[in-house]
């Protein structure tokens, strides 16, 4: 049986994608900071709790050791959890999107690697965005070309590429990135704009259930690989 840890999965595309997962027959451990949230998730899907702050060296290393002593091996990490950041642009306001978007990925995975390694064919997944995407941002034709969140653009840019080097570096580990479509969620509310997180969901299930032949590095969409 397949264990997967999703970050930030106590709602949104992350939960989505432990309901499909489950669905799958994989054991899931859903990932969130405040446990009140996480374990109501947890207990509505019949997954299973871990309390997770991507931004806390503590919290990360003490969800790994809970996952670690239950079940001794990670095949699936979906870094999920993730902020928008589109307020003010300052220093500050820098340091939490990078921290949360792309920094908190390093915690996890150095944290999981263990894990991974004790896996047959271990897969991460980095939800990212085509906002971090040079070719989506400059190109006209392209709804990213007018949309200005340049903290959630940069840190995702910087997921996507720590994603790449990651796989290079682990090349018994599948590493993929994707853009997983606008989206209707707690996020995209203010824009009013998103599909539903069911078909969002697919391409992250789809990328987590890669096969050891499967592709790596690679960053993609529901269609295929994209650009960046």
């Given at each position: 049986m397949t264990v997967a840890l999703i970050t930030g999965a106590n709602k949104g595309i992350g939960y989505e994608t432990a309901r499909q997962l489950l669905e799958l027959g994989h054991t899931v451990y859903i990932g969130a900071r405040?446990?009140?949230r996480g374990e109501k998730a947890?207990?509505?899907l019949g997954a299973r709790f871990v309390q997770l702050d991507v931004t806390d060296d503590a919290s990360v290393a003490g969800a790994l050791v809970t996952i670690g002593s239950?079940?001794?091996v990670?095949?699936?990490?979906?870094?999920?959890a993730g902020i928008l950041a589109d307020g003010p642009v300052d220093g500050p306001a820098a340091l939490r999107a990078f921290d949360?978007?792309?920094v908190g990925m390093v915690r996890v995975t150095e944290a999981a690697l263990p894990l991974l390694h004790k896996s047959s064919k271990a897969v991460v997944v980095t939800v990212s965005s085509s906002?971090?995407?040079f070719w989506a941002v400059t190109n006209p034709d392209r709804p990213e070309f007018g949309i200005p969140l340049a903290l959630y653009a940069a840190s995702k840019a910087a997921a996507t590429m720590l994603t790449v080097q990651y796989s290079k570096s682990q090349p018994d580990i599948t590493f993929?990135?994707?853009e997983p479509g606008?989206?209707?969620?707690?996020m995209t509310a203010a824009y009013g704009i998103g599909r539903p997180v069911e078909e969002s969901a697919r391409t992250v299930v789809r990328l987590a259930t890669l096969g050891p032949d499967g592709p790596t590095g690679t960053f993609q969409d529901e269609n295929g690989v994209l650009p960046w």
């Open positions: 405040d446990v009140e947890a207990a509505t239950a079940e001794g990670l095949d699936v990490l979906v870094h999920n949360t978007n792309a906002m971090g995407s993929n990135a994707l606008a989206t209707a969620t707690d």
